[in-house]
């Protein structure tokens, strides 16, 4: 089976992603993790203005068979938060590099982009 | 050790289906998602393998003996062709397993075919055979585990497609509980309207090597182990090594909430300790309780009375796909058992609001 894993982002060994933008990023999880993870049921993240770091726990995503914690491929404030998806965690099964993002970052000067493997190095791992 | 292959082990590795170890076998847990095949149960037809189920034959002149005095129900009470669930107790009435027992079709005269828990087969095997030799009863136990593959057909159109798969419209008519000699592809078996899912269903037990066509003769859903466990959990019945275990959790029949498959006017093992039971009432019983907050319950976490007191742990929990809502089996007080009594749910250190619920949850 493949998966999408888009060219235009960075990835963490544990499956999150962040794509900047002009000091800016978003953040959610790979098309690999939703498909281990299964339906998707509960998210939980932190609140907009909290402080994160790179490889610290952002949060915790839930499926019906499993607790998974989520771990920050960024440092920054939460400026944003996906909270369509309290109401419909799927989105994270449907469109996890789209409608499915969790939050979005003003980024730190070290903001933890550099740590980030790239696409290809993320396709090598999960194949 | 080894994991045991189900006979169907092949088809689902063709069908891309995610395995996951359970009770020592190697079984699906997902073909498609477990949202779409719970779904496919509750408005249509899904079919399961449940090939790691143990099946054990007792016959001959002693076997009613000896399945009366090793199981909490009473046997006499079965007629050829009916199942009956029980329990397995010690002396001391801990639930070992739990069980459905056949009394088979009059062709195989008083013989019965149980079917414990995936893992348990060989203890009970041997739990059988030990206490025939104490018992110094004339009975064959054997155990057919490996040479028997068991597909359960769950779902409001489970009769259609069993009376198409058959060529057997009367089916549509069998009544619950009952068990018949039954031809699928070419293949003779048995089937029975029982199941585990809340819905109407046909469980049928095949010869191994027959089992992928037997799988085949039914077009519908496959469904993994995820959606039989949301199922069942909505429908409030219980899994063995996690709402009771003889070692972990043990817990009696009354505590469980199977006090309606115990007979205690029959001589069984465990009976003289559950007739003290019946008598006083469990201290503990098993509840259901839904969640007022977002979370999901899971096995482990602690129970908190509305004051914040420790008052039990949960012994299964999900987010039920029919139902909308998280919630939970586990074991509290008997003075908290009362459906609305507000509960709490301990989720990474927090409490959150939960509620005592009649079981089942969900009921068609």
């Given at each position: 089976?493949?998966?999408?894993?888009p060219?235009?982002?960075?990835y963490?060994e544990?499956h999150?992603?962040?794509s900047e933008d002009g000091g800016?990023?978003?953040?959610?999880i790979?098309d690999?993790?939703?498909?281990?993870l299964?339906?998707?049921?509960?998210?939980e993240?932190?609140?907009?203005g909290?402080e994160?770091a790179?490889?610290e726990?952002l949060?915790?995503?839930e499926?019906?068979?499993?607790?998974s914690?989520?771990y920050?491929?960024?440092?920054?404030?939460?400026?944003?938060?996906?909270?369509?998806?309290?109401?419909?965690p799927?989105?994270?099964?449907?469109?996890?590099y789209?409608?499915?993002?969790l939050v979005?970052?003003?980024?730190?000067?070290?903001s933890?982009?550099?740590?980030l493997?790239s696409?290809d190095?993320?396709?090598?791992?999960?194949? | 050790?080894a994991?045991?292959?189900?006979p169907?082990?092949a088809?689902?590795e063709?069908?891309d289906?995610?395995?996951t170890?359970?009770?020592?076998?190697?079984?699906?847990?997902?073909?498609?998602?477990?949202?779409?095949e719970?779904?496919?149960?509750?408005?249509?037809v899904?079919?399961?393998d449940?090939?790691?189920?143990?099946e054990?034959?007792?016959?001959g002149?002693?076997a009613?003996?000896?399945?009366n005095?090793?199981?909490?129900n009473?046997?006499?009470?079965v007629?050829a062709?009916?199942?009956?669930?029980?329990?397995?107790t010690?002396?001391e009435?801990v639930?070992?397993?739990?069980?459905m027992?056949y009394?088979?079709?009059?062709?195989?005269d008083?013989?019965?075919?149980?079917?414990?828990?995936?893992?348990?087969?060989?203890a009970?095997?041997e739990?059988w055979?030990s206490?025939r030799?104490e018992?110094n009863?004339?009975?064959?136990?054997?155990?057919?585990?490996?040479?028997?593959a068991?597909?359960a057909?769950?779902?409001?159109?489970?009769?259609d497609?069993?009376?198409?798969?058959?060529?057997?419209?009367?089916?549509?008519?069998?009544?619950?509980?009952?068990?018949?000699?039954?031809?699928?592809?070419?293949?003779?078996?048995?089937?029975?309207?029982?199941?585990?899912?809340?819905?109407?269903?046909?469980?049928v037990?095949?010869?191994?090597a027959?089992?992928?066509?037997v799988?085949e003769?039914?077009?519908c859903?496959?469904?993994?182990l995820?959606?039989?466990?949301?199922?069942r959990?909505e429908?409030?019945?219980l899994?063995?090594g996690?709402d009771?275990?003889?070692?972990?959790?043990?817990?009696?029949p009354?505590?469980a909430?199977?006090?309606?498959a115990?007979?205690?006017?029959t001589?069984?093992?465990?009976?003289?300790?559950l007739a003290?039971?019946e008598?006083?009432?469990?201290?503990?019983?098993?509840v259901?309780?839904?969640?007022?907050?977002?979370?999901v319950?899971?096995?482990?976490?602690d129970?908190?009375?509305?004051?914040?007191?420790a008052?039990?742990t949960?012994?299964?929990?999900t987010?039920?796909p029919?139902?909308?809502v998280?919630i939970?089996l586990?074991y509290?007080?008997?003075?908290h058992?009362e459906?609305?009594?507000?509960i709490g749910?301990?989720v990474?250190?927090?409490a959150?609001?939960?509620?005592?619920?009649?079981?089942?949850?969900y009921?068609?």
């Amino acid at each position: 089976m493949s998966f999408d894993v888009p060219d235009d982002r960075g990835y963490m060994e544990s499956h999150e992603w962040a794509s900047e933008d002009g000091g800016t990023a978003r953040v959610g999880i790979s098309d690999f993790a939703q498909d281990e993870l299964g339906d998707i049921v509960f998210v939980e993240f932190p609140d907009e203005g909290a402080e994160i770091a790179h490889d610290e726990q952002l949060g915790v995503v839930e499926s019906i068979k499993a607790v998974s914690d989520l771990y920050s491929p960024v440092t920054g404030t939460v400026t944003a938060t996906n909270d369509e998806l309290l109401d419909a965690p799927e989105l994270l099964n449907d469109d996890p590099y789209g409608e499915g993002w969790l939050v979005e970052v003003d980024l730190a000067d070290e903001s933890g982009l550099d740590e980030l493997l790239s696409a290809d190095e993320y396709r090598d791992q999960i194949e | 050790m080894a994991l045991r292959t189900p006979p169907l082990g092949a088809a689902h590795e063709s069908r891309d289906a995610k395995v996951t170890e359970f009770g020592g076998w190697e079984m699906p847990v997902e073909f498609d998602s477990i949202r779409t095949e719970h779904e496919s149960v509750r408005e249509g037809v899904g079919k399961f393998d449940v090939s790691h189920m143990g099946e054990i034959v007792v016959s001959g002149p002693d076997a009613d003996e000896l399945m009366n005095r090793l199981t909490s129900n009473d046997v006499r009470t079965v007629d050829a062709g009916t199942a009956q669930y029980a329990a397995i107790t010690d002396s001391e009435g801990v639930i070992l397993d739990d069980t459905m027992l056949y009394r088979l079709p009059e062709s195989r005269d008083e013989e019965f075919l149980f079917v414990p828990n995936a893992g348990n087969d060989v203890a009970m095997e041997e739990r059988w055979e030990s206490h025939r030799d104490e018992w110094n009863l004339d009975a064959t136990v054997e155990n057919r585990t490996e040479e028997y593959a068991m597909i359960a057909v769950q779902g409001p159109d489970s009769a259609d497609l069993v009376a198409e798969a058959t060529g057997d419209d009367a089916l549509a008519e069998l009544p619950n509980f009952a068990a018949i000699d039954t031809t699928i592809a070419g293949s003779e078996g048995l089937l029975a309207r029982t199941g585990y899912t809340g819905e109407d269903g046909f469980e049928v037990i095949f010869p191994s090597a027959d089992a992928e066509a037997v799988w085949e003769a039914f077009d519908c859903q496959p469904c993994g182990l995820g959606a039989r466990d949301t199922l069942r959990m909505e429908a409030g019945l219980l899994l063995a090594g996690q709402d009771f275990d003889s070692e972990e959790n043990p817990r009696n029949p009354y505590e469980a909430g199977i006090g309606f498959a115990v007979d205690t006017d029959t001589e069984f093992v465990g009976r003289d300790a559950l007739a003290a039971v019946e008598e006083s009432g469990p201290d503990e019983r098993l509840v259901g309780f839904e969640l007022d907050e977002r979370a999901v319950p899971r096995h482990g976490y602690d129970i908190q009375s509305s004051d914040g007191e420790a008052i039990g742990t949960v012994t299964s929990g999900t987010m039920a796909p029919t139902l909308g809502v998280p919630i939970g089996l586990g074991y509290v007080p008997a003075d908290h058992t009362e459906p609305g009594t507000d509960i709490g749910i301990v989720v990474r250190g927090e409490a959150k609001d939960a509620h005592i619920t009649a079981l089942p949850f969900y009921e068609r």
